[in-house]
């Protein structure tokens, strides 16, 4: 018998994806995530963090101890809504996640052994995989594909169980400039699912179905009646976009440079001959390095900060013809909100232009719908949606779809083949 039981990002909350899959003695985690809006009603970050463990399961954003003890977590992709909480898995617990991922979580947390807390990670077996493996668990056999997402080294995973073939996508797009190899839906529809877990980010949503390639051109037409500064505000860790930015300054003449997040995630992937992100130095400048030259000639830059920050705002006083654009999501948690309405009036008191020019990191309703229909899943559990019962209506004359409750156990379906 497969039981799956979904401990968080059901319900509504669209991350802290928590899910635990058991054949037999057989226990795995896919994914065990964080969901930042259940955090910002307890915690503020640094200054009323989490004590420990503890307070996360005190407020319910953890499992209890017994549902921890797996055989192995697998992690999709190095967002923190589906990997924040590994820290509470038991000593020696085998985490897997992709060479990319691995490479950021070390750039972000070290991997410095001390007292078993929120932001404890040594204690763990890190294992890194590639597309395509084959990784036996007990009964079950787990192999990850890459997929396209708003940040590099994305998995999806398709597990050989005694009832069938479990799909579970992680999060995804079909939209970006990442082709894999190697698809996992192409995979999913030739060996037959039976069942299959889904994200749903976008369904319910008013979206604006904006390619990685829409967002370059339109970036082009808006840059080139830009005067002075340009600095644009996007996910740290979104290497696509920052190359899409990298090739726009490059065919406009401006120099490029970025704040410290972003040279955090460039300096942890430098080298990497397949992805080939921006070189510090080359490609892109330190801003610390080039402040002045920025103030002393503003038409000549595009500067790249990250979590909304006014900070450069107010050290460069962006002079008139500059602009700010943001390419990422709108903030959605309050403090975030807060910290991007608090930009926004440095932006007014310089009359810096605002504009939005995104591509989501999730897939749009439309190809989702697609992908399902070329799969053929016998059930499909929705996950990381705001609007499971939309998803449910969406999709209900394609495959069975049966809305998770958290904490609740579903037996899953049997192959009848």
């Not at 463990?53 to 921890?68: F, I, K, N, T, W």
């Not at 939209?175 to 980010?201: D, W």
């Not at 990250?306 to 107010?314: I, L, M």
């Amino acid at each position: 018998m497969v039981k799956i039981r979904f401990l968080s990002g059901v319900e509504g909350l669209i991350g802290g994806n928590q899910i635990l899959l058991e054949e037999g003695r057989t226990r795995i985690f896919l994914d065990l995530g964080m969901n930042y809006r259940q955090w910002l009603d307890f915690f503020e970050f640094i200054f009323s963090e989490p004590r420990g463990l503890s307070d996360l399961r005190q407020v319910g954003m953890l499992p209890e101890d017994e549902a921890l003890k797996v055989d192995a977590c697998f992690i999709s992709h190095a967002h923190g809504d589906h990997w924040r909480l590994i820290s509470a898995l038991p000593e020696k617990t085998p985490v897997y996640l992709g060479e990319c991922p691995y490479k950021l979580l070390k750039a972000w947390l070290g991997t410095g052994r001390g007292k078993r807390g929120f932001k404890e990670y040594g204690h763990l077996e890190f294992k890194t995989f590639h597309s395509g493996e084959k990784i036996f668990i007990g009964n079950l056999k787990v192999e990850p594909f890459s997929v396209d997402h708003s940040i590099p080294g994305a998995y999806g995973f398709l597990v050989e169980t005694s009832s069938g073939n479990l799909l579970y996508t992680g999060d995804f797009r079909l939209h970006g400039r990442y082709r894999p190899p190697v698809s996992l839906f192409e995979e999913a529809s030739h060996r037959g699912v039976t069942t299959m877990i889904c994200e749903g980010t976008n369904v319910g949503q008013l979206v604006s179905p904006h390619t990685e390639l829409d967002v370059e051109r339109q970036l082009e037409g808006i840059l080139s009646r830009c005067e002075n500064l340009a600095i644009l505000d996007l996910a740290a860790s979104d290497v696509d976009r920052i190359k899409t930015i990298q090739m726009v300054a490059k065919t406009s003449g401006r120099f490029l440079a970025a704040t410290k997040p972003i040279l955090t995630v460039l300096k942890a992937l430098e080298g990497d001959e397949k992805l080939r992100p921006p070189r510090i130095g080359v490609d892109i400048l330190p801003y610390e390095d080039v402040e002045a030259e920025i103030q002393a000639k503003p038409s000549g830059f595009i500067l790249c900060t990250s979590f909304y920050s006014e900070r450069e705002v107010r050290e460069l006083k962006p002079p008139p013809g500059s602009l700010y654009l943001l390419s990422s999501s709108e903030p959605f948690e309050e403090e975030r909100m807060i910290a991007f309405q608090r930009l926004q009036n440095w932006l007014r008191l310089f009359g810096a232009p605002m504009y939005h020019l995104h591509s989501s990191g999730h897939v749009y309703p439309m190809d989702l719908r697609r992908i399902v229909r070329e799969i053929k899943p016998k059930e499909l559990f929705p996950i990381h949606t705001a609007y499971p019962e939309a998803m449910k209506a969406f999709l209900h004359d394609l495959t069975k779809v049966r809305i998770p409750m958290r904490g609740q156990s579903y037996e899953a379906l049997k192959n009848s083949i």
